[in-house]
């Protein structure tokens, strides 16, 4: 790793026998650790379903009351129809502090874990919503206790557990961001991918192009019409243009719904568009290209949506946080990798604050969003070490 690290992180060094000591002390406790695991899966949380989301937030905030230390501050965030945040601080040494960032919410319909319960073949688990991210929520509790039990230092640590996360995080952002400023640095408990952390994330624009013509008979009236859908064709093709896979940006129409009948001219069409880009620059080239859309005359063309999050560039201040995060892994003999993804997390708005930002620090695993979705149960401790190193870095200024 050949990036200039900052100071403020040059100068954290990771405790190698307390790495070591805390995933000693995992593993013995690793089946009480996958118990808590198979019980949260099995509690149903789709991002849209709030009664279900209350559920979730309730077992969380019970075990935090039952294995953890009392937090200095308890504050529930109202989601506003979305999942509550629950953000938790515990007072530790120095000045610094470092957030700890969990999403509770996942993709799956309530009435999946009736027909995919959660199972476990030998060190592999499946169940809705276990690799994405279950298991890196758990995984961060257990962190935490596990630096507590064992006395390890640490800097204040403040824990988000958010309700809204795959749906664009439309409530939790502002506490994100909120708790991002006053921290030295973020740690988001996302699943891994490939085993590695992630030091750059692509970032997501999701919009909604209308196209409004004019509907006339196919047959008896067809040159007094205006094809809505003529016209999105011809704007898809601007929009697919727009695609720099070498800047890393790509424009993907994934929906078009449009007309009423087949002897019908159109009258209206509507595509729906996904943005992504790993450079946050791309954005005013694609947003201007958004803005100059037009139609033919008599037909109108708007455009609805939002840059839902900014890119998480690969930085200093991330592979910095990734130094560290390789230094825990070797106290433990684990090669760990580095990536860049496509997918975007909370970690973006934080990145985008200027803050250091450590992500996928959650399950390895694979299937995100799918039903080959899994974990292996046998790395959790690992990473939950892996992750209590990072964090005790951080712990009085001065600590080496």
Known sequence: MTDTIPPGLADRLVDADDVRRMEQWLRTHQENVVADLFEFVSIETPSDDKLLLDRGLSWIDRWVRTHLPTPQDRTVYDGDGYGDVLALTFEGSGEASVTLLSHYDTVWDVGTISGWPVARDGDRASGPGIYDMKTGLIQSLWTVRGLAELDIARPTVHMLFTGDEEIGSPHSRTVIETYSKKS???????????????????????????????????????????????????????????????????????????????????????????????????????????????????????????????????????????????????????????????????????????????????????????????????????RAAIAAGVISAFADGERR
């Open 184 to 382: 030295t640095a973020v740690i988001v408990f996302e699943a891994s991918e490939q085993s590695s952390v992630k030091t750059a994330r692509k970032g997501i624009g999701r919009f909604a192009v209308t196209v409004t013509g004019r509907e006339a008979h196919a047959g008896a009236d067809f040159l007094s019409g205006i094809s809505a859908i003529e016209e999105l064709a011809r704007i898809v093709l601007r929009l697919t243009q727009l695609t720099d896979v070498g800047a890393g940006t790509t424009v993907n129409v994934g929906v078009i719904h449009g007309g009423s009948r087949s002897n019908v001219v159109a009258g209206y069409a509507r595509a729906e568009v996904d943005v992504r880009f790993t450079k946050n620059s791309e954005v005013a080239r694609v947003a201007e290209a958004l803005d100059a859309l037009e139609a033919t005359e008599g037909a109108t063309v708007t455009v609805d949506g939002e840059w839902n999050r900014p890119a998480m560039e690969r930085s200093p201040l991330t592979t910095g946080m990734y130094g560290l995060a390789r230094a825990a892994a070797r106290a433990l003999g684990v090669d760990l990798g580095e990536i860049s993804v496509g997918g975007g997390s909370d970690g973006n708005f934080a990145a985008a604050l200027g803050v250091p930002v450590l992500d996928g620090m959650g399950a390895v695993g694979a299937g995100p969003h799918a039903r080959s979705e899994h974990v292996l149960l046998d790395r959790i401790p690992e």
